[in-house]
């Protein structure tokens, strides 16, 4: 195995590109494994997550999801100063 192959830190991002290559039929989840010394139902368990993954994406853009967060915080920070006076 060559130094190009060996990958310290497995991102997402490149486990995406990956899972991609296979579901595209470019690789196979075998030589994958072999090209970059893994573990076959380590691959296994990136391809079944990833359409767990690509519905979540689908479901609300990052954008969305930050308007959520800051809704359910100011809604906490409120409640917690209604408390506080309550107190």
Avoid: C
């Avoid at 989840?29 to 519905?55: C, F, H, K, N, T």
């Amino acid at each position: 195995m060559s130094d190009d192959n060996q990958i310290k830190r497995w991102t997402a991002k490149r486990k995406a590109a990956v899972v991609m290559d296979i579901f595209k039929g470019k690789t196979t989840a075998a030589e994958v494994a072999r090209q970059y010394d893994l573990i076959v139902s380590e691959l296994g368990g990136w391809i079944d997550e990833a359409p767990r993954s690509m519905e979540n994406g689908f479901k609300a853009g990052p954008k969305d999801i930050r308007e959520q967060y800051e809704s359910e915080l100011r809604e906490t920070k409120e409640a917690l100063g209604e408390a506080h006076l309550h107190v």
